[in-house]
Structure formats: structure tokens, C-alpha cells
């Protein structure tokens, strides 16, 4: 089975520090992103990666960044977090781009800034 | 931006009975998939359906698709303590990207 591990499970920060979510797969998947989860908002993406190196805007890019070294690694960057960042983290992979493929998911990290 | 629309937001039902939750989107699609989510975790896939089929099973899940409702609907049968999950469509954006909706919270009494 697919296994998608994220880093922390709970991470308290503070206003304006540096924060780093950290996301492995271990099944060579393509395609790797990162999203939000707030309360009656569904899932929100934010970030995702179709290839080493590669990275595309989601919906809410705004305050966060990513980096693609590995294949197997994809990480989500808060350059200064704020409050209004605290939230549900979810990181998925899928195997490949296409209509049906179906995505495999961390079991999230809940970030609370204070 | 949301496609699907799940319904209802919450369904509390007793151990055995059956669980219908819905959902509707809005443009149109290659497919449709449903997810679970226990509390605090990440989200599992259950059941993807294609456009051209109209219902689908898998184990205790039933899932149909009507296209020209724009709505499909999970139906959970015989539940069990651990179907208590919060249950997600999702939908095609752009660029194959997924498109969720807020959830029906499910939780099963004993």
C-alpha cells in the first residue's frame, strides 16, 4: 500500500516564524500537493507537483511556498506564519496525471500559529 | 473553488441502518470519487465512478451517478460503529486537479 507520511502531527508556531510541513510517499508517485482543511470549507489546494523541481499555484498559494528536491519528498513552506494560518494540513500523491487517478493521503498535520 | 455540494452536512443514524449522502456539482465531468475521513486524519479513497457509468459497488458502498442531475449520492449499508466518518466528493478542475466538497459528517449510534 501507498504510504504518504507527514512529518508532525501537531506543530504549535508563533506570529511570523518560518515553518516547514514535511511530506514523504513511498511509491514513486508523479504528482504530489499539499492542501488546507478548514471547517466547512472542504479541501483547499494550495500548492502541487507534477515533477521534481516542478511546482504549480493551487487555489491559495498566498503566504506559502513548496520545494521539489526528491521525487519522494515535498514540502510546504510558511515564510512567516499568521494566525490566519491555522489550520488542517493535508499532503496527497497520485501516480500520475490523468482523469482518473485517485489520490493517497498523509494523516495530516494540524498547524495552530499563535 | 467548491463543485461539489455534499447533503446533508450531518446524518446521525442508529447501528444497521442504512446511510444515503449526496452530492451535486456543477460543471461537467470525466468522474467522480468519494473519500472518508475519520476524525483528525487524513482522507481515504473509497469509490471512484466514470461518467458513462451510472452505479457502482463496492463491499457494503453503493454509489450512483446521475449526469444529467449533476448529483451522485453513497449510499453506506448495514452500518457499523466505524463507518462514523465524515465522507468528501470530489470532483475534475482543471487540469485534472480534484475539486472537494465541505463533507457530510456521518456518525453511526450503537
Known amino acids: 500500500d501507498v504510504k504518504v507520511t507527514q512529518s508532525s502531527r501537531y506543530l504549535v508556531k508563533r506570529t511570523g516564524e518560518k515553518v516547514f510541513l514535511e511530506c514523504v510517499q513511498d511509491m514513486d508517485h508523479e504528482n504530489m500537493f499539499w492542501y488546507r482543511q478548514d471547517p466547512g470549507l472542504g479541501l483547499r489546494l494550495i500548492y502541487f507537483?507534477?515533477?521534481?523541481?516542478?511546482?504549480e499555484k493551487g487555489d491559495i498559494p498566498e503566504g506559502y511556498s513548496v520545494s521539489r528536491e526528491k521525487k519522494e519528498r515535498f514540502s510546504l513552506i510558511l515564510e512567516s506564519a499568521s494566525t490566519n494560518q491555522t489550520s488542517m494540513y493535508l499532503c496527497?500523491?497520485?501516480?500520475?496525471?490523468?482523469?482518473?487517478?485517485?489520490?493517497?493521503f498523509g494523516s495530516g498535520t494540524q498547524l495552530s500559529v499563535l | 473553488s467548491q463543485q461539489g455540494e455534499e447533503d446533508p452536512q450531518a446524518l446521525s443514524i442508529q447501528e444497521g441502518e442504512n446511510a444515503t449522502m449526496n452530492c451535486s456539482y456543477k460543471?461537467?465531468?470525466?468522474?467522480l470519487q468519494w473519500y472518508r475521513q475519520n476524525s483528525g486524519r487524513g482522507l481515504v479513497h473509497l469509490i471512484l465512478?466514470?461518467?458513462n457509468e451510472r452505479e457502482k459497488h463496492s463491499g457494503r458502498l453503493r454509489v450512483t451517478l446521475d449526469t444529467s442531475k449533476k448529483s451522485s449520492s453513497l449510499l453506506i449499508t448495514a452500518s457499523r460503529a466505524a463507518d462514523t466518518a465524515s465522507y468528501f466528493c470530489?470532483?475534475?478542475?482543471?487540469?485534472?486537479?480534484?475539486?472537494w466538497g465541505a463533507g457530510t459528517k456521518l456518525i453511526i449510534k450503537p
Open positions: 470530489a470532483t475534475e478542475g482543471s487540469n485534472y486537479q480534484l475539486i
Open positions: 460543471t461537467s465531468i470525466n468522474n
Open positions: 465512478i466514470r461518467s
Open positions: 507537483s507534477y515533477d521534481v523541481k516542478m511546482k
Open positions: 496527497a500523491s497520485s501516480a500520475s496525471t490523468g482523469p482518473n487517478e485517485k489520490l493517497f
